[in-house]
């Protein structure tokens, strides 16, 4: 990769963290109208910017269990029934009676249009975290994203990386050798195609193992440096406690009892936290080739995601009626205007980064 190409190319983190505040900003509204802005936002960054790679192609699996999940949320409450009192019966199913200790679980029954459409919020709000999960996958190069991680989560981030692109891969593999099969005039559907094609996909998946595993060998994966005792035992004990000081700081945010030691407990435990990742990493003896760098594409895309979520907790906080539409009595959700253009801001990556080429 030339030199001006790698100072195109955004950090993967960015892309993370652009998603991740996405997802943040997901979490604190249930109003469809906002959650489809959302969707849309990360949708057209994807399709305009993820490469040809087959780590790319996971946001359409994504999009997919997105959809499956809001579909099994909605059956759950035709079937299991919804606390949402409603007075509007769209279809009354057969009842089955339950024993005494099964109360209030009812299989059956009537199916009101409040709490098909509480159930559809609830569900599409799960569907858009995990789309937006989905387009930093489909963003950001998982072996890329991998140099950038500290040398203390270095093995761990490499069997994360093997397992997410073990998938793509693999799904790869199966549409090469179906193409190739149909060329060939040999069927490729059923239960027989998918077992003529099963074996050449576990033997190009063996093949990649002894590959990736040899290529590891010779890099010197799994060495570690001689560190001094004391040095380790301050890493565990800042690694610990600081994991411990986040657990509690976020604690102490989500509860209205916390609010006044939440967050100093909450930046304390992460500064031990990055400091217990420092020390651990002098353990590692690997080096960075060319490591990407973190430039100001890089902040704007994460800074756009982060945007997001801020806003959109704060009009959460402001103006919570707007972001979570009740369904009694039934009404069409509005669409808030600020927080919709705090949406908008999802956006600002498709104009500061450049396309992937054709």
Request: glycine share 10%.
């Amino acid at each position: 990769m030339s030199r001006s190409r790698r100072r195109s190319v955004v950090h993967p983190g960015a892309w993370w963290v652009w998603a991740v505040g996405l997802g943040v900003g997901a979490s604190r509204t249930t109003n469809p109208l906002l959650l489809g802005l959302l969707v849309a936002a990360a949708g057209y960054v994807v399709a305009t910017h993820r490469s040809s790679a087959p780590w790319a192609r996971s946001y359409t699996a994504f999009a997919k269990l997105a959809l499956a999940v809001l579909v099994v949320r909605l059956v759950f409450a035709v079937v299991l029934g919804s606390p949402i009192p409603g007075t509007h019966v769209l279809v009354t199913l057969p009842e089955v009676p339950l024993p005494h200790w099964a109360q209030g679980i009812r299989l059956g029954g009537r199916v009101t249009a409040e709490s098909l459409l509480f159930a559809l919020y609830d569900g599409l709000k799960l569907a858009t975290l995990l789309i937006c999960v989905g387009a930093a996958n489909a963003l950001a190069n998982p072996a890329r994203l991998l140099k950038s991680l500290p040398g203390a989560l270095y093995e761990i981030g490499v069997a994360v990386v093997v397992a997410l692109t073990f998938a793509p891969n693999l799904i790869a593999d199966v549409q090469r050798l179906r193409a190739a099969r149909r060329l060939r005039g040999r069927p490729d559907r059923g239960v027989r195609g998918l077992l003529q094609v099963g074996l050449p996909v576990l033997e190009g998946a063996l093949e990649r193992s002894v590959a990736l595993a040899a290529a590891m060998d010779a890099r010197g994966y799994g060495r570690t440096a001689d560190v001094p005792v004391a040095v380790r035992r301050t890493t565990a004990a800042l690694t610990l406690g600081g994991l411990l000081g986040v657990c509690a700081g976020t604690y102490g945010l989500l509860t209205a009892e916390g609010g006044t030691y939440g967050l100093p407990v909450l930046l304390a435990g992460v500064v031990a936290a990055l400091a217990g990742l420092r020390l651990g990493g002098r353990r590692s003896t690997r080096t960075r080739y060319r490591p990407d760098p973190w430039n100001a594409r890089a902040w704007l895309v994460a800074a756009s995601g982060a945007a997001v979520a801020a806003l959109l907790a704060l009009a959460a906080a402001r103006n919570p009626a707007a972001l979570h539409p009740g369904v009694v009595p039934l009404a069409a959700p509005t669409l808030p205007l600020w927080p919709a253009a705090a949406v908008l801001l999802a956006l600002i990556p498709a104009v500061v980064v450049p396309r992937e080429p054709s």
